[in-house]
C-alpha cells in the first residue's frame, strides 16, 4: 500500500529560517492526521467513506497567533490524496498549497479557515476546520461570546462520490444531486433515519455565541438560517468585517462566515436549517433540494414545541436575496485592521467564466442537446499536465504549459443576453496560465455568462486574499463601473461568487511569488475545466534559487530509504511577519 506522509508546519506567528533549519519562537503543538476509510451510516444505508482519523468532518485545528502547530499527515486510504490548506497563504513556499498538477502536494489570518482534500471530489468527506484565535494579549473587535461553534456545512451521496464523478464524466451530463444536505455530518431531522443524530446546540438565555459556518459543500450555494433568531455576520474568509446583522446569509462552496447568535428569544427548540441556492429547474434533478437541520436548544425546563420552528428562506431561485450579504460586507479599516486595497492596478485582466459544451458524434452524449459539458475562463477549458506547473516553472522544463493565458475574453458578446448563438458553446482546450509580475497590482473582473447555463461561479486564489471592491448584474462596464468600486473599506476574502449573469472586482498586490492556482469551488465546474493558475515572478535570481533550494530538499526526502514512503516537508504560516535568512 502507497503510504504518503506529510509534515505540516503550521505557524501562527514569526519566525526565522536559517540554513534550512527552523527555529521557533512560540509554543509548539503536534498533531496527527491519518487518512484511512471508515464506514459511515447515513440515510438508513451504510457506506466506506475516506476520513481523517476515522472523523466526519475531519478535526479541527484550534490554534492561537503565536502558536506553532506542526501535522503529521499519513495516508492508509486507497487513493493518493493532497491535502489543500483553504485560506491560509504559504508566503514564498507553493510547494505546500496542495492542488494536483499545479504545486507538489501542502499568515497573516485570525478566524475561521478549513482544510480539504483536492485531487477527486474526496473532499466531500475529506474536511475540517482551521480556527485562528487572537494571540495573547490582544482580543476579538467585537464582544467575547459565551462560546464558539464550528458550523460545517456538507452533502451526502449514498453512493460513492468519486463514482458519482465518473459517471457523469463518462456520459457528459451534469452529476446526479446529492441525497442529503449536512450540518456537521448529519442531516438532521427531516431525513429519514437522521433524528437521533442530529446536531444540537445548546445555549443559554442572554448569552452570545459566536457560529464559525464552512461550506464545505461539493455542489451547492446554501442559504442559512436559524429559526426566529438574528445572526451578525463579523468575519469572513479569516478577516474581520464591520457588523451586518441578517436573517439569513448565503454561503457558497469554499466560504467561511463568522456569525454571533444571541440567544434572545423565549427559551424552546428551533431549527438551525439550510437549504440551496439555484436558477436550476426543480424537475430536473440538477441541485439538491432538500433541507438540512439542527437544532438550537435553550437550557431549562419547558416543553419544548414539537416540532421545532423552521427559519424563513427566500425563494430557492432568489438571485437577489443570494447576493444581499456580499452587498452589505465591509472591512474594519482601522487601525489594527487597515485596508490596503491597491488604489492604481499596474495589471488590470477580464475573466469571463463559462459554462460550455462540446459536440459529441450523432449527438451522443447527455449534456444538452446530446453535447458533453464542460466550463472555461476566457474560452479555455483547462487541462491538467501530467507534471506538476509548479515544477515545470522552477526547472525550466518546456512544454508543460502555456504562459498566454488571454487578459481579456478573446470572444466578445453580450455576455449575459437571454439567448445566444451556439458556436460561442465550445471552448478551446489548453495548459494556459497568467505570469504576472512580482509586487505588481492586480484587478481582476470576473464576468458571468449565460453560455449553456449562467450560473453562480465562487472563485477562489489560492495564495492570496483580495479586496472585493466591485460587484453587479449583467455585463462589466469599464468607463461607468468603476467608478462605483469601493476603495475605502472593502471586505478582504479568498473566496468570493460571482454573481449569476453578473460580474465581480477584485484586486490584490502580487508580492507572493509562486504558481497558485485559480478555481472555481463548485466541484463540477473545476471538474469540467473552469480554472488555471497565476506564476508570480521571483524577485530576483538568487530568491529563485533560494526556492529550487528547498523544492530540490523536498525530493530528497521522497528518496528516503523506505519502501513506498514519501515525505513532504510542508510549511504553512499564519503570521504579522515573516523573516528569512538568504532566502
Known amino acids: 500500500m502507497w503510504l504518503i506522509m506529510k509534515v505540516f508546519l503550521l505557524q501562527i506567528s514569526a519566525f526565522l529560517l536559517f540554513g534550512g533549519g527552523i527555529h521557533c519562537q512560540a509554543s509548539t503543538r503536534r498533531l496527527t492526521f491519518v487518512v484511512k476509510e471508515a464506514s459511515y451510516t447515513r440515510l438508513c444505508s451504510t457506506k466506506n467513506i475516506l476520513t481523517v482519523n476515522g472523523q466526519f468532518p475531519g478535526p479541527t485545528i484550534y490554534a492561537k497567533k503565536g ?45 475561521t479557515l478549513w482544510w480539504h482534500a483536492h485531487g477527486g471530489w474526496t473532499r466531500a468527506t475529506v474536511h475540517g476546520a482551521i480556527i485562528v484565535y487572537p494571540k495573547n494579549g490582544t482580543k476579538y473587535p467585537f464582544p467575547k461570546p459565551s462560546a464558539e461553534v464550528p458550523i460545517i456545512l456538507g452533502q451526502w451521496w449514498k453512493s460513492d462520490v468519486n463514482a458519482v464523478r465518473d459517471e457523469a464524466l463518462a456520459t457528459g451530463a451534469d452529476p446526479n444531486a446529492s441525497d442529503s444536505l449536512l450540518i456537521n455530518g448529519q442531516p438532521g431531522d427531516l431525513y429519514p433515519c437522521s433524528k437521533s443524530g442530529t446536531f444540537k446546540l445548546t445555549v443559554d438565555h442572554g448569552k452570545t455565541y459566536l457560529l464559525r459556518i464552512i461550506n464545505a459543500a461539493l455542489q451547492e450555494a446554501l442559504f442559512f438560517s436559524i429559526a426566529k433568531h438574528k445572526m451578525t455576520v463579523v468575519g469572513t474568509d479569516g478577516s474581520y468585517t464591520k457588523p451586518l446583522t441578517q436573517d439569513y446569509i448565503t454561503i457558497y462552496p469554499g466560504q467561511t462566515f463568522d456569525v454571533l447568535l444571541e440567544a434572545n ?20 434533478n440538477f441541485y439538491d433540494n432538500t433541507t438540512t437541520t439542527a437544532i438550537v436548544q435553550y437550557r431549562g425546563y419547558y416543553t419544548p414545541s414539537s416540532p421545532p420552528s423552521l427559519p424563513h ?125 512580482y509586487n505588481s497590482t492586480v484587478e481582476i473582473v470576473f464576468q458571468g455568462t449565460n453560455l449553456v447555463s449562467g450560473t453562480h461561479h ?68 473545476l471538474t469540467w475545466g473552469m480554472e488555471t493558475a497565476f506564476i508570480v515572478k521571483m524577485v530576483n535570481t538568487e530568491a529563485q534559487i533560494c526556492l529550487r533550494h528547498r523544492h530540490a530538499t523536498m525530493l530528497k526526502l521522497q528518496r528516503i530509504n523506505i519502501p513506498k514512503i514519501s515525505l513532504i516537508v510542508c510549511i504553512i504560516q499564519i503570521s504579522l511577519f515573516i523573516f528569512f535568512k538568504n532566502c
Open 67 to 111: 502558536e506553532t502547530i506542526i501535522v503529521d499527515v499519513y495516508n492508509r486510504g486507497k487513493e493518493n490524496v493532497t491535502i489543500h490548506w483553504h485560506g491560509v497563504s504559504m508566503p514564498r513556499y507553493p510547494w505546500t498549497d496542495g492542488p494536483v498538477y499545479n504545486t507538489m502536494p501542502n499568515s497573516t489570518r485570525e478566524g
Open 265 to 284: 428569544q423565549r427559551p424552546d427548540h428551533y431549527y438551525m436549517a439550510a437549504k440551496t441556492y439555484s436558477i436550476a429547474p426543480v424537475a430536473q
Open 313 to 437: 428562506f427566500p425563494a430557492y431561485n432568489d438571485t437577489n436575496a443570494s447576493v444581499q450579504v456580499m452587498a452589505g460586507l465591509r472591512s474594519l479599516a482601522d487601525a489594527e485592521h487597515p485596508s490596503n486595497v491597491p488604489l492604481s492596478p499596474s495589471t488590470k485582466l477580464i475573466y469571463t467564466i463559462s459554462v460550455n459544451s462540446f459536440l459529441c458524434p450523432n449527438n451522443s452524449c447527455a449534456g444538452p442537446n446530446g453535447t458533453r459539458l464542460s466550463a472555461s475562463i476566457n474560452n479555455i477549458s483547462f487541462q491538467s499536465p501530467t507534471i506538476d506547473i509548479l515544477q515545470a516553472y522552477y526547472y525550466n522544463i518546456s512544454g508543460v504549459y502555456g504562459d498566454k493565458f488571454p487578459s481579456v475574453p478573446p470572444l466578445v458578446f453580450d455576455f449575459t443576453a437571454d439567448y445566444l448563438p451556439l458556436e460561442y458553446q465550445t471552448p478551446e482546450i489548453g495548459t494556459e496560465v497568467r505570469v504576472v509580475e
Open 458 to 525: 465562487p472563485m477562489h486564489l489560492h495564495g492570496y486574499r483580495f479586496y472585493l471592491v466591485g460587484w453587479g448584474f449583467g455585463n462589466f462596464d469599464k468607463n461607468r463601473d468603476p467608478l462605483r468600486y469601493n476603495l475605502v473599506d472593502p471586505p478582504l476574502q479568498s473566496t468570493i461568487s460571482v454573481p449569476t449573469n453578473g460580474w465581480v472586482a477584485i484586486r490584490f498586490e502580487a508580492s507572493n511569488p509562486g504558481v497558485w492556482f485559480m478555481h472555481c469551488h463548485v466541484e463540477r465546474h
